[in-house]
């Protein structure tokens, strides 16, 4: 009975995750199908991705292609069209065994291969150093890491920090004006604050915290991913009240020394 009630629980779980009919699933279950349809393996395919068609279709082991990988597997999800009259987008992700997605890391060395089409190749994700944050809000889309060269971030960012992302979906809607973001185009990985003129004029404009950097104008037919930055990585431990701080001791000084003064100035006798 006890078998009988979990065998039960299990099938209606399994007819809830797929949108498979528990009817379907019970015939298969007590032999009254011989062989699941197209269409319910089409559903498991979905539903499962870490699961090999060859397996599905054929019984041939391995089952998933985690046993075959080390536990890590590379999926691809198409996504609806970034903003109005631009194609649909493919987003390649490293999933774990436990079938939650990974945060990659894309270092400087691999920011060339990446924008040249890696971000869309399941063998070069695949290759690139993962791992995972346990705060929730890191499981809630996807999320990539990017490594910072160069100073035009500078002081928000700086040389070798890792800015971590999360995926950004529909640019025209929710690229977020003056927020930092990683965009991605045919040549170049870059770390930006951006306005977002795509429903404009069709371009974003990218800012640098630095100064010393012009505005840059990209055409959104030029810009294969958008990721906006939630947080980063850094070997630097800059204190931003360091240059407040720095100017109220010198303005210290300088009042001690003008009192030093006028008291010398009070202890002379200017007329005799």
Known sequence: MLI????GG??????????ISTGMISDLFNRRENKPGLEMIRKIATTYPQLRMRWLLLG?????????KGGTQTIEREEQPPYKGASPRILAVQVGPDNEENIELVSVRA???YASGGFIDHDFIEKLPSFRLPDAAYHNGSFRAFQVSGESMQSTLYDGDWVICRYVERWDRDIQDMYVHVVVTEENVLVKRVNNRLNERGELALHSDNPAYPIQFMDGQQIREVWVAVGKLSRQ?????????LELARQS???QELLEFKKNIEGKKWFQ
């Not at 009988?4 to 065998?7: F, G, I, K, R, V």
């Not at 299990?10 to 949108?19: I, K, L, P, Y």
């Not at 041939?60 to 075959?68: D, G, Q």
Request: charged share 30%.
């Open 111 to 113: 920011a060339a291969g």
């Open 60 to 68: 041939e082991e391995p089952m998933s292609e985690s046993e075959n």
């Open 4 to 7: 009988d009630l979990y065998a």
């Open 10 to 19: 299990v099938q209606r779980r399994f007819a809830h995750e797929t949108g």
């Open 253 to 255: 000084e300088a009042i």
């Open 237 to 245: 431990f800059v204190n931003p009240r360091y240059d407040v701080t």
